[in-house]
């Protein structure tokens, strides 16, 4: 199948996807699973991975900045822009993308290949609409708290790493954090991580719904979600950069 | 009644049904049979609605399926119960939460009122007592029977069963058969089994369809299937020596 009979058939999918709920109160049942499923099960990687990598940043940022005419305030001024700007969406969206994108996937996916999918249909069920639609929701409310916590540990990360290495002290990190300080940035950051958080939940979905075969198959389908949904991600960050921030 | 007529289905250029016609009535169970290849399944999954038949109609009950909108197909497959050939339960949810399922999403009764369907369908498949346990912490023969509770739980009209004795012993294989055959004398429902199975055949086989390359090769009871001289049927059904001289013994006590 051809790169464009893919992304009809996404886009058809989703025509599905985006229906009323058959029926509100298994909606709600469905949707608070996803967010346990989803959202607060990857709170811990996210809190771990972003701590450390705002503990790189400051640390990097730190050992390359020597020269005496560089104020030191600039380490917590380039931590919180990196965290803010792209590590917090970017990074926290791609590794999501690898954790959750494999789930959906090969949950979905099962679900196909053991006839479950084939049980809903003949009961009547609207099974894409039932079942990608709560994931898609969850994403999209759950994702962008995941993210505020991501760049706040990310900052509080960078703050810990120059106070136990003495590379930094944390007065100048905080006057770093103070400069130019623009909300407009959170902003950015947050629109980039609604459509992050769309396409975490649907490619994914899209390559488990129509997967054929068996178990192998699924394996495959799993590991093309995690691949599409990174490229997806990296692709869409470049134009969006260029349209929010250019 | 389910009516078919001159059901074709191809995919890309494999030409799987080549003009089925035949009907299955109430109260009886209703089997098809045939090899491997052909046309089964697809035939089923046609009647069923998962795949869409290039020419031919289904009625159920004289509603031609392809000529419903999209509700009249939903509140249609409401009225069917179908029990898949690796029974398909969900896995995240228990017993008790699979059978529950399609009383969640399509009737209008209290939690109680659910329940105790459920309790009384469970109770029907001899399961009583296994609600909260997980569909991979049952045998085979009970997550068949449990796919049973499900299918039966809404009171369908129509009653699908894909390969239900497959991977069972012959013990518990007898038991889903006369389990099937209950239900749908019961019940007076339209229930057609896929099978491969010839023990269950000639035991509830009421009405027996047999395919061949995506025709219909032949069609007849179970005890019609015994006195046919129909070769690819005979090919087919007496191929182990088994059915032959229990062929061989049924034809001699008739003339007798």
């Not at chain 1, 999209?140 to 790493?161: C, N």
Request: charged share 20%; with cysteine; aromatic share 12%.
């Amino acid at each position: 199948m051809n790169y464009l009979e893919h992304i009809g058939k996404y886009f058809l999918m989703l025509g599905q996807v985006f229906k009323r709920p058959q029926k509100w109160n298994v909606f709600r049942e469905m949707l608070f699973r996803e967010i346990e499923d989803l959202g607060l099960k990857s709170l811990g990687i996210i809190m771990f991975i972003s701590f450390f990598i705002g503990g790189v940043v400051a640390i990097q940022t730190a050992l390359n900045v020597d020269s005496p005419f560089i104020p030191k305030y600039l380490i917590g001024f380039a931590t919180k822009r990196s965290m803010i700007l792209e590590f917090g969406p970017t990074f926290t969206s791609v590794i999501l993308a690898g954790k959750v994108g494999s789930y959906i996937a090969s949950s979905i996916g099962t679900m196909r290949v053991t006839e479950q999918i084939d049980a809903l249909e003949v009961m009547g069920v609207n099974s894409l609409n039932y079942l990608v639609l709560p994931k898609v929701i969850a994403a999209l409310f759950f994702y962008p708290l995941l993210v505020l916590i991501a760049m706040f540990l990310g900052i509080f990360g960078g703050w810990a790493a120059g106070v136990l290495t003495d590379l930094f002290h944390t007065v100048d990190y905080i006057d770093g954090l103070q400069l130019d300080f623009n909300p407009y940035f959170v902003k950015y950051a947050l629109v980039k991580t609604v459509l992050f958080a769309f396409v975490i939940a649907t490619v994914p979905a899209y390559h488990g719904y129509y997967v054929k075969g068996g178990s192998l198959e699924v394996g495959r389908a799993s590991t093309e979600a995690v691949v599409w949904t990174s490229v997806s991600i990296i692709t869409l960050n470049y134009f969006l950069t260029q349209m929010l921030l250019g | 009644m389910i009516e078919v007529k001159e059901l074709h289905k191809s995919f890309g250029t494999a030409h799987i049904l080549k003009g089925v016609s035949t009907e299955f009535e109430k109260g009886k169970v209703n089997m098809i049979i045939g090899q491997s290849g052909s046309g089964k399944t697809v035939f089923l999954k046609c009647l069923l609605g998962l795949h869409v038949p290039e020419e031919g109609s289904i009625a159920f009950d004289g509603r031609i399926y392809s000529k419903l909108d999209i509700d009249k197909k939903r509140e249609l497959r409401t009225e069917i119960g179908m029990l898949f050939q690796g029974s398909a339960l969900f896995d995240s949810l228990t017993v008790e939460e699979n059978i529950m399922f399609p009383l969640k999403m399509f009737a209008s009764q209290s939690k109680k009122e659910m329940l105790a369907r459920v309790n009384f369908v469970l109770d029907r498949v001899n399961l009583s007592n296994s609600n909260h346990k997980f569909p991979a912490e049952l045998s085979g023969g009970m997550q068949k029977r449990v796919g049973i509770a499900r299918a039966i739980v809404m009171n369908p009209k129509y009653l699908f069963c894909d390969e239900p004795n497959s991977g069972l012993d012959p013990q518990t294989a007898t038991v889903i058969d006369n389990l099937i055959q209950e239900i749908t004398e019961e019940y007076n429902i339209v229930t057609i089994v896929n099978s491969h199975d010839m023990n269950s055949v000639m035991e509830i086989g009421k009405k027996i369809v047999f395919l061949k390359d995506g025709k219909k090769a032949w069609e007849g009871s179970n005890k019609e299937i015994f006195i046919t001289d129909n070769e690819v049927v005979i090919n087919f059904v007496y191929s182990s020596n088994l059915f032959k001289k229990v062929r061989e013994i049924y034809l001699n006590e008739s003339k007798l």
